[in-house]
């Protein structure tokens, strides 16, 4: 019994550090993310730190995801967004009705097939979400009537984040399992209790295929191509 608990105690702590380490890593993303020049609208920028949230996630499950996102939309609030508790609102809602989602039903099924049916869903349900959030909030803090907002929440906001959701989706397969790997190579998170290592070479092709059609819709879509 006393062995167990301090295996309970070690790997509590050793998922606290990983935590702290994903949070940390997803605001330097962020913080990177923004010093690309492509949004649109010029406000809407495709932040890429939902990849790293998304991998906390699936390494320990949807709460662990939802307090990593919160962690980095406060920093972020108080470092180097303009749009105060507004815009921290809207990045806890958009990561963690994508990262959240994704993986509680890669929860339910841990093989590359639950990741992807998650990260799809989690995709689906951030834009829908999004739609109504952006009606609600956008007019606040960016100070302009709401009428303004209601013409580009289908043409624009929608296939804005349905792309920005893609692109994370896509380097989340791509980059889960070959980090997963190494943290468990370095006995920092549980052996895995997945099915193996079937399609690999299919997740990878059909990754960068969509990688490179989401990038290009998103150049597009700001105006660039």
Do not use: H
């Not at 039903?105 to 990741?115: D, E, H, M, P, S």
């Not at 209601?150 to 980059?175: C, Q, S």
């Amino acid at each position: 019994m006393e062995t167990q608990v301090n295996n309970n105690t070690k790997f509590d702590t050793k998922k606290l550090v990983m935590l702290a380490l994903l949070a940390a890593i997803a605001y330097v993303v962020m913080f990177l993310s923004k010093q690309i020049p492509v949004n649109v609208l010029g406000f809407l920028n495709f932040d890429l730190k939902d990849v790293v949230v998304c991998i906390a996630g699936f390494l320990f499950g949807p709460l662990a995801a939802a307090e990593v996102s919160i962690v980095v939309s406060f920093v972020e609030m108080y470092t180097v967004s303009s749009t105060g508790i507004w815009g921290f609102i809207m990045n806890v809602l958009s990561t963690c009705s994508l990262a959240c989602t994704a993986a509680f039903i890669y929860q339910k099924k841990r093989t590359q097939a639950g990741a992807i049916v998650g990260l799809v869903a989690g995709v689906l349900l951030m834009s829908a979400i999004m739609v109504l959030w952006n009606y609600l909030i956008t007019p606040i803090y960016m100070t302009i009537p709401r009428e303004q907002i209601i013409p580009l929440l289908i043409p624009t906001f929608l296939p804005f984040n349905l792309i920005k959701g893609g692109i994370n989706a896509t380097f989340t397969m791509l980059l889960y399992k070959p980090v997963v790997t190494a943290l468990r190579k370095a006995n920092l998170v549980p052996p895995s209790t997945g099915s193996g290592e079937d399609g690999k070479k299919v997740v990878l092709i059909v990754s960068a295929v969509l990688l490179v059609t989401f990038i290009l819709l998103a150049l597009v879509l700001a105006g660039v191509l």
